[in-house]
């Protein structure tokens, strides 16, 4: 399993943007496609993003695509989910997830290991 620690949340006013982070401690971090799921108050979880071990292949869902970004920093073993155009919809808690990499990088099942969570707020 792949411990990963999420930071980057907190409360921003609508049409703000946040950067969020998750590090990993994996040995091989690009052995790992990595995603970004979030989840409000009394709401499923929801599947927002995904990219791919190297980072050339990216997921987003239709609810924030043209908003958001994923990226990642192999280097740096980190990954990143940048918000841009935030609205008071995407208030949530924001979890990293990793899976080992496969084709089905954008696949919402099979993500094994998870951070804590970091908390979005966004104020209209």
């Known amino acids: 399993q792949v411990q990963l620690v999420e930071s980057g949340g907190g409360l921003v006013q609508a049409g703000g943007s946040l950067r969020l982070s998750c590090a990993a401690s994996?040995?091989?971090?690009?052995?790992?496609?990595m995603g970004w799921f979030r989840q409000a108050p009394g709401k499923e979880r929801e599947f927002v993003a995904a990219?791919?071990?190297?980072?050339?292949?990216?997921y987003l869902a239709d609810s924030v695509k043209g908003r958001f970004t994923i990226s990642r920093d192999n280097a740096k073993n980190t990954v990143y989910l940048q918000m841009n155009s935030l609205k008071s919809e995407d208030t949530a808690v924001y979890y990293c997830?990793?899976?080992?990499?496969?084709?089905?990088?954008?696949?919402?099942?099979?993500?094994?290991?998870w951070g804590q969570g970091t908390q979005v707020t966004v104020s209209s």
């Open positions: 990219i791919s071990w190297g980072g050339a292949r990216t």
């Open positions: 994996a040995h091989t971090f690009t052995d790992y496609d």
């Open positions: 997830a990793a899976k080992e990499r496969s084709t089905y990088y954008s696949d919402p099942s099979g993500f094994g290991s």
